[in-house]
């Protein structure tokens, strides 16, 4: 279920070099959204930005939703000078989330850049369920300066682990890189969990996650991945946002942004 919603913004809050956290008031979504669904944001009211932007719902809470984004182009620039007060037109939830199995002890969380987006979110979802579940964090980023969230996802009661390309902090090279890493430590421990009772969830840039989906693949775990796409409708009406998948070509905004890794045909 979705809605059209006009909602007043409770904060536009810089957290970073071009990077914004919005809190929108939007109890609609904030009661029903699912972590890894999204929203559409009209940027401006005028005709200078037409189509809407999607989001990915960053956290929920009992009244409002957080919105995390880096200014890219002309519409994410447009909200970056939105103030508290004042009004956005949205649309949500849309999408397919994240699935969490009931079996699962152990969680894999890998988030490239703005990946960490819906990963919060989902990272709450699993420690709210069961605080027992085991959950690792792996962020990756160009340089410190980009990190982002990795205090907030050790205030959710997960383990953080970080790369940087240029070696600034944490692992020296990708994010990818760090995963196997991280892997080969569970290896050497001979303590890996059985297939089901762990899973990655991976958000970023299209080859990162398609390296990600191989490493699951390789290690024999199960993933599942949001992709990051341009939806110009949102709603599966425009199909500018396929996919090819063995089950023949999809759309990301309707039957994802999530899916199976298994399922995408990676280029």
């Given at each position: 279920?979705?809605?059209?919603?006009?909602?007043r913004?409770l904060?536009?809050?810089?957290?970073?070099?071009?990077?914004?956290?919005?809190?929108?008031?939007?109890?609609?979504?904030?009661?029903?959204?699912?972590?890894?669904?999204?929203?559409?944001?009209?940027?401006s009211?005028?005709?200078?930005?037409?189509?809407?932007?999607?989001f990915?719902?960053?956290?929920?809470?009992?009244?409002?939703?957080?919105?995390?984004?880096?200014?890219?182009?002309?519409g994410?620039?447009?909200?970056?000078?939105?103030?508290k007060?004042?009004?956005?037109?949205?649309?949500?939830?849309?999408?397919?989330?994240?699935?969490i199995?009931?079996?699962?002890?152990?969680?894999?969380?890998v988030?490239?850049?703005?990946?960490?987006?819906?990963?919060?979110?989902?990272?709450?979802?699993?420690?709210?369920?069961?605080?027992?579940?085991?959950?690792?964090?792996?962020?990756?980023?160009?340089?410190?300066k980009?990190?982002?969230?990795?205090?907030?996802?050790?205030?959710?009661?997960?383990a953080?682990?970080?790369?940087?390309?240029?070696?600034?902090?944490?692992?020296?090279?990708?994010?990818s890189?760090?995963?196997?890493?991280f892997?080969?430590?569970?290896?050497?421990?001979?303590?890996?969990?059985?297939?089901?009772?762990?899973?990655?969830?991976?958000?970023?840039?299209?080859?990162m996650?398609?390296?990600?989906?191989?490493?699951?693949r390789?290690?024999?775990?199960?993933?599942?991945?949001?992709?990051?796409?341009?939806?110009?409708?949102?709603?599966?009406?425009?199909?500018g946002?396929?996919?090819?998948?063995?089950?023949?070509?999809?759309?990301v905004?309707?039957?994802?942004?999530?899916?199976?890794?298994?399922?995408i045909?990676?280029?």
């Amino acid at each position: 279920m979705m809605q059209i919603t006009e909602c007043r913004i409770l904060e536009n809050k810089r957290i970073g070099p071009d990077y914004f956290k919005f809190k929108i008031v939007a109890p609609f979504i904030a009661e029903i959204a699912k972590p890894g669904q999204f929203v559409h944001l009209r940027c401006s009211d005028s005709s200078e930005v037409l189509l809407r932007r999607p989001f990915s719902i960053h956290r929920g809470y009992r009244n409002y939703v957080e919105i995390l984004y880096k200014v890219v182009g002309k519409g994410t620039y447009l909200l970056s000078k939105k103030r508290k007060g004042d009004v956005l037109d949205m649309l949500g939830p849309l999408g397919n989330g994240f699935e969490i199995p009931s079996d699962l002890r152990a969680a894999i969380l890998v988030a490239g850049g703005m990946g960490v987006a819906p990963l919060l979110m989902l990272a709450h979802k699993i420690k709210a369920e069961n605080h027992k579940i085991k959950v690792v964090v792996l962020i990756g980023a160009k340089t410190k300066k980009e990190l982002l969230c990795t205090q907030e996802f050790k205030e959710a009661g997960c383990a953080v682990e970080i790369s940087t390309d240029d070696g600034s902090k944490g692992f020296r090279g990708s994010v990818s890189g760090l995963l196997v890493q991280f892997l080969r430590k569970g290896e050497d421990a001979r303590s890996p969990l059985p297939s089901p009772e762990q899973m990655i969830y991976a958000c970023g840039p299209e080859e990162m996650l398609k390296k990600v989906s191989e490493i699951a693949r390789r290690y024999n775990i199960p993933a599942q991945v949001s992709l990051e796409e341009d939806m110009p409708c949102g709603i599966g009406a425009c199909f500018g946002c396929t996919v090819r998948t063995i089950h023949g070509y999809k759309l990301v905004c309707k039957d994802g942004p999530v899916f199976d890794a298994n399922e995408i045909i990676w280029e």
